[in-house]
């Protein structure tokens, strides 16, 4: 796919103008590019990751291009037991540098035994916990963006996280919402814990559990963990839709680069605007439908890729991501059903090749928001567990028991 551009711009112009931000230092890790993909279950798997890497390098600044790009949450549990699933989650492509993994546990023995297994095996060179995510299996269970509230389990399991991957130079980062509602918030008490159990940095998702994705990001309470941390580095996320989204995250909260989640969603090549504007240039792709569609087919194939071949488990994966690759376009009613049945690559071909390839890139229609939302609501949580902030009872119990049921790799 190549950029629609102004005449006086080409891929990878930056004559005249400076890099926006330095190179990301994590630990020994440096990420040239300060934008990272945010991990999303089941959507940053290696296909997706390849896919917005593809486009990410195609910006046109060479090695000063590179992101991170972070890999589904991965369940501690299922990967000390090994489970075919996780083994598969964690793989990476042979090029892809660095390899992230996110890992979810609560339990800090088995986040530990995770950790230790990911670097003594050599399966990563970066690692993130996840303590933002706020769906009601994860939440209910004390994990996730529930997790921070109890503060010494927190402690616990950065500090363990760290322990076993710092002599291996691996660095652990935290990604974490505000907090669990507006009375209940963590993060700048949070940012602190981890910042002084030695994660290498700390990323907000300026969003309490709560929200889930509805209203609007906090940018503010961004800038308030930024000047709390003045002595790690702090990403940005929430509310980031384009290029120019990001710059003015960073121009407001003075952020040291930003995590990028939905905004990609069914655009894998904002990547490439995002390199470009964070190298100072002002490349930005605006595909037609015809180059949407070879996207959303290349897509196709490395998901079958990654499914050993399974064409029919890979088009079942590519379905969920149709309605935000066509989003504002002229695809028909008819056309966009039958793709979100397609069993065979062959399907995928057929159905595109009725699109009118020529259609240009409808603009505002296809801009903005993309992903449920959701709306706000109660948090599922254990139960007493806002009772205190120390671990007891009945919270202590489930979190004993609470890897076991939450499924997924």
């Not at 095996?121 to 009601?136: K, M, Q, S, T």
């Amino acid at each position: 796919m190549t950029a629609t551009l102004d005449a006086d711009t080409r891929p990878g112009h930056t004559a005249g103008v400076h890099a926006v931000l330095p190179p990301l230092q994590l630990g020994r890790v440096t990420v040239p590019s300060p934008v990272v993909l945010a991990p999303m279950a089941g959507i940053t798997n290696r296909a997706f990751r390849r896919l917005c890497r593809e486009f990410g390098e195609s910006a046109g600044v060479g090695e000063s291009g590179r992101c991170l790009y972070v890999s589904e949450m991965i369940t501690s549990r299922a990967l000390v037991e090994r489970t075919p699933e996780s083994m598969r989650l964690i793989t990476h492509d042979p090029d892809e540098n660095p390899r992230s993994v996110q890992l979810y546990g609560v339990d800090p023995a088995t986040v530990r035994a995770a950790v230790r297994l990911l670097v003594t095996e050599d399966r990563a060179d970066h690692i993130d916990l996840n303590f933002g995510c706020p769906v009601p299996k994860v939440t209910r269970k004390g994990g996730g963006s529930a997790l921070p509230w109890k503060t010494e389990l927190f402690r616990g399991i950065v500090a363990g996280a760290v322990a076993e991957a710092e002599p291996y130079g691996v660095p652990v980062t935290v990604k974490m919402r505000k907090g669990i509602d507006e009375d209940h918030l963590t993060y700048l008490d949070a940012g602190r814990i981890a910042r002084d159990s030695g994660a290498a940095a700390v990323a907000l998702h300026g969003r309490t559990a709560s929200q889930s994705y509805s209203g609007t990001a906090d940018w503010d309470a961004i800038a308030r963990l930024r000047e709390a941390l003045p002595d790690v580095p702090v990403l940005g996320n929430g509310d980031i839709w384009s290029a120019e989204d990001a710059l003015a995250m960073v121009a407001r909260t003075g952020v040291d680069g930003v995590v990028v989640g939905r905004g990609c969603l069914g655009r894998p090549w904002l990547f490439a605007d995002l390199v470009s504007a964070f190298a100072g240039g002002d490349t930005r792709v605006r595909p037609t439908l015809g180059e949407v569609g070879e996207a959303l087919r290349r897509h196709a194939v490395y998901l079958t890729e990654f499914y050993d071949g399974d064409e029919f488990r890979a088009c079942r994966d590519i379905r969920k991501h149709i309605a935000w690759y066509l989003k504002g376009f002229p695809a028909g009613h008819e056309i966009r059903h039958r793709l979100a049945l397609v069993d065979a690559l062959a399907d995928v071909d057929d159905l595109l090749a009725a699109l009118p390839a020529d259609a240009p890139w409808p603009g505002e229609a296809a801009e903005g928001p993309r992903g449920r939302a959701g709306s706000p609501r109660a948090v599922a949580l254990p139960e007493g567990w806002l009772e205190t902030r120390d671990l007891t009872g009945a919270a202590a119990r489930n979190i004993a028991q609470a890897e076991l049921s939450v499924s997924g790799g």
